[in-house]
């Protein structure tokens, strides 16, 4: 039975340059894709949390146009600030149609977000 689950992810950029966090995004989407078999019909929404170092470029952005998520609601907003947090993090809640149990997905932290999840 197809039903709508969250799979989450977080990425560290190595610097605010957009290049950075283009490829930093890029890299983490294609994880969570990849991982999880998903076609972008599937998504059913994708919200992007960054923390205020990371100002160069939208996430949501990255995904319309490295991906081409054109029909995709894609939302961006600042993640709250910690005395524990990861310095520029982006972190994704990607929404999608899929028939896996929540125990297959495949859920992914890269790089310096790879601290969040030992």
Not at 15 to 21: D, I, L, P, Q, T
Not at 61 to 84: C, F, H, I, N
Not at 106 to 115: P, T, V
């Amino acid at each position: 039975m197809t039903r709508v689950r969250g799979i989450r992810g977080a990425t560290t950029t190595v610097s605010n340059s957009e290049e950075a966090v283009v490829e930093a995004v890029a890299e983490l989407l294609a994880r969570l894709v990849d991982g999880n078999g998903i076609a972008v019909d599937d998504v059913a929404a994708v919200i992007f949390t960054a923390t205020d170092d990371v100002d160069s470029v939208y996430p949501a952005a990255v995904a319309r146009k490295v991906l081409g998520w054109e029909y995709v609601p894609l939302l961006d907003v600042q993640q709250m600030k910690t005395s524990e947090g990861v310095d520029l993090c982006i972190r994704v809640l990607m929404l999608v149609n899929t028939d896996k149990k929540p125990e297959e997905l495949e859920h992914a932290y890269l790089r310096g977000a790879s601290d969040l999840r030992k």
